[in-house]
C-alpha cells in the first residue's frame, strides 16, 4: 500500500488532537485542585473552646455543652481498653458491677489515680461494700478532677442518701440539672433514690 501524503497529514492530525486530549484530560484536575475544585482537603475539627454557643458546640460530635460553665467542653473519651491502665479500668468496673467489690477495689488501685473514672469506680466499690466515708472521699477526689463528672455526681448522692444526707444529695442533683438537664439517665436514676429514701437501690 502506497502512503499518500494525504493520509499522513490526517494520521498526523489524529495523532495531534490524540495528544492534546490526552494533556487535556491529565491537566483538568490539576486545574481543578489549583482552583480550589478537587478533591476537599481533611477539615480538623474545630476545637471545644471556640464554640460559644449551645447550638454551634452541639452540632460537633467531639463537645458537648457545659450549663455549670456556660461553655463548650471535650467530651470525656471511653475507655478502649488499649492502654494497660485502661485494661485495668474497665476490669475493675466490671468487678464492681458484678459485686466483686473487693477484687475491685485491689485491680483499681494499681490503675492510674489521676483517673477521675477510676477514682470514681473506687468510690462505687467501698460505697456499695458499706464504707461510705471512703466511698464519699473518692467520689469527691473524681470531681476535684472533672466538675463536671455527672456519674460520679449521681453516686455521691446515691451515698449521701445512704448517708442520711438527703439535703447533701439534692445538691448533687441540682448540680446534675445544670450539667445535663432532668431527662439525663443520671438524674432520673438520682431523683428515684432520693425519693426513695434509698430503698431502691
Not at 72 to 82: P, W
Not at 126 to 151: C, E, H, M, N, Q
Not at 170 to 199: F, H, N, P, Q
Request: hydrophobic share 35%; glycine share 8%; charged share 25%.
Amino acid at each position: 500500500m502506497h502512503t499518500t501524503p494525504q493520509l499522513l497529514s490526517r494520521v498526523a492530525a489524529s495523532l495531534l488532537a490524540c495528544a492534546f486530549f490526552g494533556a487535556a484530560l491529565i491537566m483538568s484536575p490539576l486545574a481543578a485542585d489549583a482552583a480550589g475544585g478537587g478533591s476537599p482537603e481533611p477539615v480538623s475539627k474545630p476545637a471545644c473552646s471556640t464554640m460559644k454557643t449551645k447550638i454551634a458546640c452541639r452540632g460537633q460530635s467531639h463537645c458537648y455543652w457545659s450549663n455549670s460553665k456556660k461553655s463548650c467542653k471535650t467530651k470525656r473519651k471511653k475507655k478502649s481498653e488499649n492502654s494497660a491502665d485502661d485494661k485495668l479500668y474497665m476490669q475493675g468496673r466490671a468487678l464492681a458491677k458484678s459485686g466483686e467489690y473487693a477484687r475491685a477495689i485491689e485491680l483499681l488501685k494499681t490503675a492510674d489515680q489521676t483517673d477521675p473514672q477510676v477514682l470514681n469506680y473506687l468510690g462505687y466499690s467501698y460505697r456499695k461494700s458499706g464504707d461510705l466515708t471512703t466511698g464519699i472521699k473518692y467520689y469527691k477526689l473524681a470531681l476535684a478532677i472533672d466538675p463536671d463528672f455527672v456519674l460520679a455526681r449521681e453516686y455521691l448522692g446515691e451515698g449521701y442518701v445512704k448517708a442520711g444526707r438527703i439535703d447533701l444529695a439534692r445538691l448533687e442533683l441540682a448540680a446534675i440539672k445544670k450539667l445535663c438537664g432532668t431527662t439525663c439517665e443520671e438524674y432520673i436514676d438520682l431523683a428515684a433514690v432520693i425519693d426513695s429514701g434509698g430503698s431502691s437501690y
